[in-house]
């Protein structure tokens, strides 16, 4: 029997191999151990689904356990929030009953059915982890959730606001969280989404995410941020070392700026390392477009 072309990379138990005892016993020495009982052809490539392997492995053996939290965004492919790889993030599964933080104003956790066992949905999976982590943490998984409530790729109307008061809405019926309120489907990358939730904790309140815009040319574009009319664009420099896409934001930011707006720039590695600096670097350069 071809164990892997029946289960992937999902765990399974010798009782769902339909296999004889000295099968078994033959095909297990090229078997991956997960767990007691537990096995896979082979270990995942990708950081995310071998913890999805773990999951799987602790649930297999329960009846009536789920994924949640790390476990269920890993399952549900949203964000990393931890700053550490998945290999390292602890498997997090509960019952049906699981209290997930508090602040949840009633439990909602009606298994989803995936490839790797039961999970929370994407509503209760965003309020179990706006109620456990800091807002900008936070923020990176329910923007995400958000854009994927939102149901389309469409720019314009990720950026509208009827589309982010419909998703907060069905957000906040599960939980009244910070991380829920302040959710937005318009926000394009989790470190757009971390650097927001910190500009909102130094005060700065009026700033929306992936605004539509237009450039001197008449070009459209959408901008990361926009905080008092400046532009605030988020990114790695790795994007930069690519001399087409260097010359191509060059004129992008040439053209934007052609229309008044001043234009502001922090890197995702500068962010990450120390956001309390490039907060800092953005109140500043604020400061010097007010009128003295």
């Avoid at 019952?95 to 104003?105: D, E």
């Avoid at 990176?140 to 958000?146: E, H, N, P, Q, R």
């Avoid at 829920?180 to 926000?187: E, G, H, K, S, V």
């Amino acid at each position: 029997m071809d164990l892997e072309s029946r289960f992937g990379l999902r765990p399974f138990a010798f009782e769902e191999t339909g296999l004889a005892l000295r099968q078994w016993r033959a095909a297990k020495r090229d078997l991956q151990r997960i767990r007691r009982g537990i096995y896979a052809v082979r270990w995942a490539p990708d950081a995310r689904l071998r913890h999805c392997q773990k999951v799987c492995a602790e649930l297999l053996p329960r009846t009536n356990h789920l994924a949640i939290g790390a476990s269920a965004l890993a399952i549900l492919d949203l964000p990393n929030p931890y700053f550490r790889s998945w290999d390292r993030v602890d498997v997090t599964v509960g019952g049906p009953k699981t209290r997930t933080s508090t602040g949840i104003l009633r439990s909602r956790l009606d298994p989803i059915p995936t490839p790797w066992g039961p999970c929370t949905d994407l509503l209760d999976t965003a309020a179990h982890i706006a109620g456990e982590l800091p807002l900008p943490q936070a923020l990176m998984v329910t923007d995400a959730v958000a854009r994927r409530l939102a149901g389309t790729t469409d720019r314009f109307w990720l950026a509208s606001e009827r589309c982010r008061t419909e998703v907060r809405r069905r957000l906040l019926e599960v939980a009244n969280l910070p991380a829920l309120r302040l959710a937005d489907p318009a926000a394009e990358s989790p470190a757009e989404s971390f650097f927001r939730g910190h500009v909102l904790e130094a005060g700065l309140r009026d700033l929306k995410c992936g605004v539509p815009m237009k450039g001197a040319s008449g070009d459209q574009y959408f901008v990361d941020l926009l905080i008092d009319g400046l532009i605030v664009e988020v990114d790695g420099r790795e994007k930069y070392k690519n001399l087409q896409v260097l010359i191509a934001e060059k004129r992008r930011e040439d053209d934007l700026r052609a229309t008044g707006r001043g234009f502001h720039r922090s890197f995702v590695e500068d962010l990450y390392a120390d956001p309390k600096a490039e907060v800092d670097r953005l109140t500043h350069r604020l400061r010097l477009a007010l009128p003295a």
